[in-house]
């Protein structure tokens, strides 16, 4: 599951933060989606139960590039890590090679 992959980057391994880490998940592949990248197979549901929020992770993404890409977001944006600045250059490099591949539903340009 994309969640628990997820959180073995962070490292955090209590359920704690799963609420909190899956908005990051999510913004991630919103983040992508506005570059033009489809980050499709990340299924990832927060529900409401009494006073525990519950998150739902039936996600089937096996893209490795896409995953890295969203691990790099998660570690970057979560907390306040003391390497964000490259944390952050890391998630930017990984969008910015999966911007200029056709296998990301991109289109090539050539220039004549």
Do not use: W
């Not at 033009?36 to 096996?62: F, R, W």
């Not at 570690?75 to 890391?90: E, Q, T, V």
């Amino acid at each position: 599951m994309l969640l628990d992959t997820v959180k073995l980057a962070i490292p955090v391994s209590t359920t704690h933060y799963d609420p909190y880490i899956a908005q990051l998940i999510e913004a991630a592949v919103e983040d992508l989606r506005i570059a033009g990248i489809p980050a499709s197979g990340v299924n990832i549901a927060t529900a409401i139960s009494g006073d525990t929020v519950v998150v739902t992770d039936t996600s089937t993404i096996s893209d490795p590039l896409l995953i890295r890409a969203i691990c790099a977001y998660v570690r970057a944006h979560f907390g306040s890590p003391d390497d964000y600045d490259r944390l952050k250059a890391c998630y930017d490099e990984n969008k910015a090679q999966l911007q200029t591949s056709s296998d990301y539903g991109l289109i090539d340009y050539v220039q004549s």
